[in-house]
């Protein structure tokens, strides 16, 4: 069915694939398909599809469309994946993750957000999502261990918690900066014999709150 967004949607993913150089075309078709002005204020659903970030409430934001296609794209998910998300904001990230794996466990600090995440992600039909309002830097360790995990806030560094509660293989992508304003985008994959680790260049993130973030 037609949303009247398809023309606005289509120009971001072109954007996505020519300038940003996503390559995941299943990450593409994804984000051609979801609703993204479903997520964001109905103030500023007109610039759901703009290559910025944008602000919802509690001073959050949802992340450029181009940060939520990187992330996703350096998590390499299949369709049994069993994913982690810290920060689930308005929803936008976990429907992307949700389209992708198999089971995403997602968390989010502040209470409206995600009570109001989760009615959305129902609404869409999303069934493989568990979401909780808690601290994100202490994971989730009773679902654990995961195939990825997703971090959208930035922290002065790796959570402890997150390390442990991925599986061999496992990637973990979260932006880090002891500027809480300005990070770099890390992947760390889990080895047999430790951690390796990959930047990906400069990003900027809404900080990181918990036990194992920013105070």
């Given amino acids: 069915m037609s949303d009247g967004y398809e023309i ?55 992340s450029q469309p181009f940060i939520v296609a990187r992330m996703t794209e350096l998590l390499e998910l299949t369709p049994n994946s069993r994913v982690l998300e810290i920060g689930a904001g308005s929803g936008y990230q976990t429907a992307v993750l949700a389209s992708l794996a198999g089971k995403i466990f997602a968390v989010e600090r502040i209470p409206n957000l995600a009570s109001e995440a989760q009615e959305r992600l129902q609404k869409l039909g999303f069934h493989n999502v568990t979401l909780r309002c808690a601290d994100g830097t202490n994971g989730w360790e009773v679902y654990a261990p995961f195939d990825g995990i997703l971090v959208a806030a930035g ?15 496992g990637r973990l992508v979260i932006p ?7 990070q770099f985008l890390i992947r760390m ?15 900027s993130f809404v900080p990181l709150i918990g036990e194992h973030g920013w105070k």
Avoid at 21 to 35: A, S, T
Wanted: charged share 25%; with cysteine.
């Fill in 176 to 182: 880090i900066g002891k500027d809480p304003k300005t």
């Fill in 155 to 169: 922290s002065p560094e790796v959570p402890q918690p997150l390390l442990e509660q991925l599986k061999v293989g």
């Fill in 8 to 62: 606005l949607r289509s120009a971001m993913v072109k954007r996505l694939r020519e300038h940003y150089l996503i390559r995941n075309e299943k990450v593409l078709d994804v984000m051609n398909r979801l609703p993204r002005h479903r997520f964001v204020p109905e103030a500023i659903k007109h610039q759901a599809y703009k290559d910025n970030a944008l602000p919802i409430a509690s001073n959050q934001t949802i």
């Fill in 189 to 203: 994959t889990r080895t047999a014999n430790g951690f390796q680790t990959e930047d990906f260049g400069a990003c």
